[in-house]
């Protein structure tokens, strides 16, 4: 079975130690999400699982055969237009033309652009356009392992969720493993199988929580339900300094 592994990993900026003694294990199948304030480290160590940094100490392993990133800016070549961005990762590994462009629009539908959006450009599109179509690029490979960047956080509570429901789907039907870093905590019970909780300066794992209901039975009052619980806890109070605010 494939997975991501990371023991005792740390690294440093310069002299600043960004991540201390990070282990955790990510399986098939499974959706592990990371928890934290803004700069802990978080896409610190996205970058580093998804071998976008060199790893310093510790150990990675990650064999997983297909990989794609979704990141909060969507990232989209201004060049190309909607369905060459989308397909441009089909192109690299070599499937057809006519092919790659079936594919992109099946999946460009899928997650609600329109065919006349198709011919259109990033500077023509709408922030949540835009990301439609970063996530469509993202999983028309349909890759293994889906590193996902605070993918949602820019946008609008309508398409979050619609978007999330895409992945939800996706979960059910056990398609996908998703490592996902968030500092929304909603968002990752909504998601998560696994939720580690990375205090920062240096970020480290100081708790972390398993959820066994699948993702598509999760109601909206189960997911708030849980979130209170988990404000209420000593741990996620004192990475997130809420008593200070
Ligand atoms: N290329 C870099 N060079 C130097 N320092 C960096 C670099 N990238 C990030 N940092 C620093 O590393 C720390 C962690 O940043 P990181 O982006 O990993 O945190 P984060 O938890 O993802 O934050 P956010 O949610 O705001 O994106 C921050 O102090 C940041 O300034």
């Not at 909607?82 to 999946?107: C, Q, Y």
């Not at 820019?154 to 870093?181: C, P, S, V, W, Y």
């Not at 970020?203 to 849980?226: C, H, M, N």
Request: glycine share 6%; with cysteine.
């Amino acid at each position: 079975m494939a997975r991501l592994k990371l023991e005792n990993v740390s690294f440093s900026f310069g002299y600043k130690k960004i991540l201390k003694d990070i282990s955790f294990e990510l399986n098939e199948g499974e959706v592990l999400s990371v928890v934290g304030p803004s700069g802990g480290g978080k896409t610190t160590l996205l970058r580093l699982c998804a071998g976008l940094l060199d790893r310093q100490e510790g150990w990675i392993e990650n064999s997983f055969k297909s990989q794609a990133i979704a990141f909060q800016d969507p990232r989209l070549l201004p060049w190309k237009n909607v369905i060459d961005n989308i397909s441009f990762g089909l192109k690299a590994k070599g499937m057809p033309t006519k092919e790659r462009i079936e594919r992109a629009e099946e999946i460009a539908l899928k997650f609600d652009l329109e065919a006349e959006d198709f011919d259109k450009f990033p500077k023509e599109l709408s922030g949540g356009m835009s990301q439609r179509v970063s996530f469509a690029r993202a999983l028309v490979t349909e890759p293994e392992l889906l590193f996902l960047d605070e993918p949602f956080s820019a946008l609008d509570i309508g398409l979050k969720r619609e978007l999330q429901n895409h992945i939800i789907e996706m979960i059910a039907q056990k398609k996908i493993t998703i490592f996902f870093i968030t500092h929304d905590l909603m968002e990752a019970i909504r998601l998560s199988d696994k939720i580690l909780l990375l205090e920062p300066d240096p970020g480290r794992i100081v708790k972390s929580y398993s959820f066994t209901l699948p993702q598509k039975e999760r109601t909206d009052e189960w997911v708030y339900a849980q979130t209170a619980k988990l404000l209420a806890d000593p741990y996620v109070i004192e990475t997130f300094e809420l008593e200070f605010k």
